[in-house]
């Protein structure tokens, strides 16, 4: 279950969330709890995920948006980057234009 502080993001009104999705939003959460991003209360507002690379774009009051770049492996997925500009480093090209980061800082 999601902490209250966080916000599921927004699907369309005729599907729920995937299992990939709800497992992104979860590591996410987690992410922010433990207070790896520094903004605990930060609200996930929307996701992607392309395979085993997951996008999920966040805000939080006081603070510029920002995006978290989560990477799937033996089944597991964990937060690898967040912030307003990313490196993307290892993140393959086709995937960052799938995602749509925000590559380049």
Do not use: H
Not at 34 to 40: D, F, H, I, N, R
């Amino acid at each position: 279950m999601l902490a209250a502080a966080l916000a599921v993001p927004a699907f369309a009104a005729d599907r729920a969330p995937t299992r990939s999705e709800k497992s992104v939003i979860t590591a996410a959460t987690r992410s922010f709890l433990k207070g790896g991003t520094g903004v605990p209360n930060a609200r996930i507002l929307g996701i992607r995920v392309d395979g085993t690379y997951a996008r999920a774009k966040t805000s939080a009051p006081g603070v510029d948006p920002a995006t978290a770049i989560l990477r799937q492996r033996r089944g597991k997925w964990s937060v690898r980057e967040f912030g307003t500009s990313l490196d993307c480093r290892g993140v393959p090209e086709r995937v960052r234009e799938d995602l749509d980061l925000p590559c380049g800082g």
